[in-house]
Nanobody, 121 residues
C-alpha cells in the first residue's frame, strides 16, 4: 500500500511565498515521475509542474520563473517552492507520483489528498 501526504498549504498575501511538500510512503520499489497539479473552483485540474527521476522538468507557462520543483529521492519527497504568488494561483494543489510497488513490475499513478493554497490580501 502506498500513500502520498502533502503539507505546506495556507493563506498568503499576493507576492508572498509558500513551500509545499509531498512525501510518499509504503511498499515502494521505485518512484519515477513526480509532480504537482492544481484545481481552482469551477475549473479542471491542471498540471503545474512535473519532474522525472533524473531531474527533467516541465512547467506550466503560468508559473515559469515563479515556482520551482525539487525532489529528494532518498526521502521519496517532492517539493514545490512558490514565490511571487498571485490571486490566480489560489487552488487546491495535488501531488502525483508514478510509483512501482514491490512485486508489481509496473508504475501506478498515486495522488495526494490535496492542500489548499489561498492567495489573498
Amino acid at each position: 500500500q502506498v500513500q502520498l501526504v502533502e503539507s505546506g498549504g495556507g493563506l498568503v498575501q499576493p507576492g508572498g511565498s509558500l513551500r509545499l511538500s509531498c512525501a510518499a510512503s509504503g511498499s515502494i520499489f521505485s518512484i519515477n515521475a513526480m509532480g504537482w497539479y492544481r484545481q481552482a473552483p469551477g475549473k479542471q485540474r491542471e498540471l503545474v509542474v512535473d519532474t522525472t527521476r533524473s531531474g527533467s522538468t516541465n512547467y506550466a507557462d503560468s508559473v515559469k520563473g515563479r515556482f520551482t520543483i525539487s525532489r529528494d529521492n532518498a526521502k521519496n519527497t517532492v517539493y514545490l517552492q512558490m514565490n511571487s504568488l498571485k490571486p490566480e494561483d489560489t487552488a487546491v494543489y495535488y501531488c502525483k507520483a508514478a510509483i512501482m510497488g514491490w512485486g508489481t513490475g509496473y508504475d501506478y499513478d498515486y495522488w495526494g489528498q490535496g492542500t489548499q493554497v489561498t492567495v489573498s490580501s
